[in-house]
């Protein structure tokens, strides 16, 4: 079985051109639908692009504050629940916090590797473990309707470094 790459979030890569092309791919779906990445929605997802993270609501409630957008809880939710509902960012249960979605656009299920250490996250394709899923719950009766599929665990550079 070949190795398979590593993702960026836990790799040396150039983060301004990731998540430049991001951003520039949740603006071009923002058009495509005709509705409006605000700045206060454009902000909110620059935060998240800023590192391969998750981030509760409030940690960017106190950065949209920071920078002038207000600092009433409904700004960072309202922001966040519409990128959610286009796909831009991903709500991460495990830490009750938001990611932003490295594959905007595309119809994907979505697995993230979350380190215990640093928490760093890397958003991976999940298809073939969700395919796994519906059919074990299939084989009992259930049908799935929505799944959040995370791991935790160690990235390679915190593994170095406990070894």
């Known amino acids: 079985m070949a190795d398979a790459p590593v993702p960026a979030a836990f ?4 983060h301004r051109q990731c998540a430049g092309t991001v951003l520039a791919r949740a603006e071009a779906l923002c058009a495509t639908r005709g509705l409006r990445l605000t700045p206060v929605r454009r902000r909110t997802l620059e935060i998240l692009l800023e590192a391969h ?3 509760g609501a409030y940690e960017v409630l106190e950065r949209l504050k920071a920078d002038g ?3 009433a809880p409904p700004v960072a939710y309202r922001a ?3 990128l959610a509902a286009l796909g831009l960012v991903h709500r991460i249960r495990r830490l009750n916090a938001f ?6 656009g595309e119809a994907h299920q979505a697995l993230f ?3 215990r250490s640093c928490n760093a996250l890397a958003e991976l394709p999940g298809a073939a473990l969700r395919s796994a899923l519906d059919a074990a719950a299939a084989a009992t009766g ?3 309707e929505r ?3 995370e791991a935790v665990g160690l990235c390679p550079a915190c593994r170095a470094a406990a070894a």
């Open 11 to 14: 790799a040396a890569h150039d």
């Open 69 to 71: 957008f207000g600092g």
């Open 53 to 55: 993270r998750a981030l």
């Open 147 to 149: 799944a959040s599929l």
């Open 142 to 144: 259930f049908s799935v």
């Open 99 to 104: 990611a932003a979605c490295m594959h905007p």
């Open 113 to 115: 590797l979350i380190c």
């Open 80 to 82: 966040l629940e519409f």
